[in-house]
């Protein structure tokens, strides 16, 4: 799915902005994820998968102002800042949500980008030193290698969509810290952030 929202990116010019993306190839299950206006291999959000319309956009509207539905090829917007030149999104009827709150438990990242700007080693050990600044993160592990850079550790959560919110949060943090100038496709690659129970 990524790849088929970056043709309506670039014809949008959302770049500038963190934007988040809802969509289906079936119209019955959603996909969302999030682009972060932020330089960086962590700056791609990924939220909840095969979920209904409704629980997609509503992830999205919580992680940006400017939220993008596709379903086939009709676009809408439907975040609180409108997308020029598209249709607003139809509210759709919601399901009932009942049941209490989850309490918080142990969630193990994993994330991982290709790395072209020389050895990752000394990356990732500077990412390590951001990491164990964080509070919010234990058991933090870091491994580079000539093309690749790989980080761990765990965060406490009371979900996987918030314990990816989180892991992106710190990522992007312990990222901008480092204060390196890289350049997407060319110095790195679109991440992945994989979160399990731990």
């Known amino acids: 799915m990524l790849r088929r929202f970056q043709y309506w990116t670039d014809r949008y010019d959302v770049a500038m902005h963190a934007q988040a ?4 190839d079936d119209g019955e299950h959603f996909d969302a994820h999030v682009e972060m ?13 095969g979920v209904p319309v409704d629980v997609a956009v509503d992830w999205a509207r919580g992680q940006a102002k400017r939220v993008l539905v596709r379903t086939g090829d009709v676009l809408y917007s439907a975040g609180a800042e409108p997308l020029p030149s598209l249709a607003q999104w139809p509210e759709q009827p919601r399901g009932e949500r009942t049941g209490q709150q989850p309490a918080s438990s142990a ?29 919010r993160v234990r058991d933090a592990q870091a491994a580079g290698s000539a093309r690749r850079l790989e980080l761990a550790f765990v965060v ?43």
């Open 107 to 135: 969630w193990r990242v994993q994330a991982t980008t290709g790395w072209y700007l020389g050895e990752a080693g000394g990356v990732a050990a500077r990412m390590l030193r951001e990491l164990g600044r964080d509070a």
């Open 21 to 24: 993306f809802v969509g289906s």
């Open 156 to 198: 406490d959560c009371k979900g996987e969509m918030e314990a990816h919110a989180e892991a992106s949060e710190i990522l992007r943090t312990a990222w901008s810290r480092l204060s390196i100038v890289a350049v997407p496709g060319r110095d790195y690659d679109v991440s992945t952030i994989e979160v399990v129970p731990a």
């Open 37 to 49: 206006a932020e330089p960086g291999p962590f700056s791609l959000l990924n939220g909840p998968r």
